[in-house]
């Protein structure tokens, strides 16, 4: 319901929407937490890994630069889940729900729209029903009459309530846009391609032209026979990602060797990288013959 009011509003006034959102569930299997910007996921964490996963090329790099960050998150996230674990057990109680299996669920997050509005909301959810909400107003739980009676339990002086209204108001956005330029830059950056060419031995009909570690994903291999640009006999493969976030991908020219001698071929690749395109001559390609790594 509420992504269709937030799209709805999105049309009327063309405002654009930042969001961070975290869910967490507890259940006696499992406990877990996943963090989103924007809808994608970048950030995982579960309490039989006890370990956060980072998901997204920009969440790893904060990690890479900022290690302490990492750390920080990991302790906060396991202290989270068991700070969940204890209203859980508490829930349980009050409800007299000592046999069966419950679970408790948690939505958090901030959103920012571009002309600077910001919302927050903070909810729990017992065994699939609304338990408690934050009242970002007053900074206070908002809870039916059993629920209040728990919350009086777990946070007796409603000092996180007032805790969780800063962290939503004021270091979630901040995060917020701190996630958004991190995610920018690492959708902006353009990492020129290494480029080869070989044939797996000299008698191969085949020639391969790779290209890897380049960044964005578009990138255009052809080939050309005496300065014309050759269309068949091509095999163009998928472009693949590389563990690093980067990719790689491969074109395959189907040629004999005699028209190899009679014919000067290049191997030609553009991206955005570089406004010169990479123009590789076939006469250079290295010949793998004799090597065990011919899977190449
Ligand atoms: C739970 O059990 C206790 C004792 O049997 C009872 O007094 C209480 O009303 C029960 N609570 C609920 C929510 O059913
Ligand atoms: C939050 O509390 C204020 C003041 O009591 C109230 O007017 C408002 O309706 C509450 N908001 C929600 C979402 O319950």
């Not at 674990?85 to 069966?100: C, D, P, R, S």
Request: net charge negative; aromatic share 10%.
């Amino acid at each position: 319901m509420k992504t269709e009011q937030y799209l709805q509003y999105c049309i009327c006034t063309f405002v654009a929407i930042h969001t961070l959102r975290y869910d967490t569930a507890i259940t006696p299997a499992i406990s877990f937490t996943t963090g989103e910007l924007d809808g994608e996921q970048f950030v995982h964490y579960d309490s039989n890994i006890t370990e956060v996963i980072p998901k997204t090329e920009w969440i790893k790099k904060i990690s890479a630069v900022r290690p302490e960050y990492w750390k920080r998150e990991r302790e906060w996230m396991w202290r989270e889940l068991e700070d969940l674990q204890h209203l859980l057990n508490l829930a349980v109680e009050l409800f007299n729900h000592t046999k069966g299996v419950h679970t408790l669920q948690r939505v958090y997050g901030c959103e920012l729209d571009d002309d600077g509005t910001i919302r927050g909301y903070d909810q729990f959810g017992y065994d699939g029903e609304d338990f408690i909400s934050l009242n970002l107003t007053t900074g206070t739980w908002t809870a039916a009459k059993p629920q209040a009676e728990i919350m009086t339990k777990w946070d007796p002086d409603g000092r996180y309530a007032r805790d969780r209204k800063y962290y939503l108001e004021k270091e979630c956005i901040e995060l917020l846009t701190q996630y958004m330029s991190y995610r920018r830059e690492a959708l902006e950056r353009k990492v020129r391609p290494e480029a080869s060419l070989f044939q797996n031995h000299s008698s191969s009909p085949e020639v391969v032209c790779h290209a890897t570690g380049f960044f964005p994903k578009a990138l255009n291999i052809s080939w050309q026979k005496d300065g014309e640009e050759v269309h068949e006999d091509v095999e163009l493969r998928e472009t693949l990602p590389n563990q690093d976030g980067s990719f790689q991908k491969r074109s395959v020219l189907i040629v004999t060797p005699e028209a190899l001698q009679k014919h000067t071929y290049t191997c030609v690749i553009q991206h955005s990288s570089s406004e010169k395109e990479l123009v590789l001559p076939v006469s250079e390609r290295r010949i793998l013959r004799g090597r065990r790594n011919t899977f190449l």
